[in-house]
């Protein structure tokens, strides 16, 4: 069994997995569909490529900084452009009236998400992500085009932070990586979302995507679990032994 880690971290990220026309959310983690969407662009599959095999390695998020979520207020047409009223035209064929946009995002988050497999295809499969991520195809964003990585999510080659795939179990692979620091401090814990079979207990996210295409966009279920695991050696860990 092996494990992929990459880091997402930018000054803005947004995981949305609700959107619907004006109103553009994000989740407090990276969307597995969001995740899939940036291995794409690294291996340069096109919107009608099929996604299965990457769907069914299982993720997991170790949340090292949480973030502020933020809103952005957009508005487009409303004025005169050419001396001539501008606007976006509705379904009825009226122009005219300004679209406003509410758009949330996530700044200054900083996460480390693990893709694990098992099995020769799967282990194949991780290795050539590694490896298109170290030249990806397309540019690499995280969630929307405009949300630029500030480091590069595939890791170094050196240790303690690289490499990035790794001997190991998802949730033994992103414990084991060096932990987080705030302030030159380790913090005292860190959230974890783990990927589970569906049907257990845990919380109902609709991001596997099934097909990306524009005119065929559709997604299915699947279980996470939440996690809150404190620092090693940390006072709570020494109260609870």
Not at 148 to 166: H, N, S
Not at 194 to 211: F, K, Q
Not at 218 to 235: D, I, L
Request: some cysteine; aromatic content about 6%; proline content about 10%.
């Amino acid at each position: 069994m092996m494990t992929l880690l990459l880091r997402l971290q930018g000054p803005l990220q947004a995981w949305g997995t609700q959107s619907r026309f004006e109103h553009r959310d994000t989740g407090r983690e990276p969307s597995k569909s969001g995740v899939i969407g940036l291995l794409c662009a690294a291996l340069g599959r096109p919107r009608h490529a099929p996604v299965d095999d990457l769907a069914a390695l299982r993720m997991g998020v170790r949340v090292d900084r949480e973030g502020l979520i933020i809103r952005e207020y957009q508005t487009a047409g409303g004025g005169l452009w050419r001396g001539q009223r501008y606007g976006v035209a509705k379904a009825d064929g009226a122009r005219g009236d300004p679209v406003v946009s509410r758009r949330f995002f996530l700044a200054d988050a900083s996460f480390l998400v693990g893709l694990e497999g098992d099995g020769p295809e799967q282990e194949a499969l991780l290795r050539l992500l590694d490896q298109s991520l170290a030249a990806p195809r397309w540019p690499l964003f995280l969630g929307r085009k405009g949300c630029v990585p500030a480091v590069p999510p595939r890791l170094p080659e050196e240790p303690p932070y690289g490499p990035g795939l790794r001997v190991g179990a998802l949730r033994e692979v992103l414990l084991r990586y060096p932990w987080p620091e705030q302030g030159g401090q380790p913090v005292r814990e860190v959230r974890l979302v783990l990927e589970e079979p569906l049907g257990t207990r845990g919380d109902i996210r609709r991001d596997v995507p099934v097909s990306f295409a524009p005119e065929d966009r559709r997604y299915r279920e699947r279980t996470v679990r939440t996690e809150f695991v404190p620092a090693p050696h940390s006072p709570i860990n020494t109260l609870e032994g």
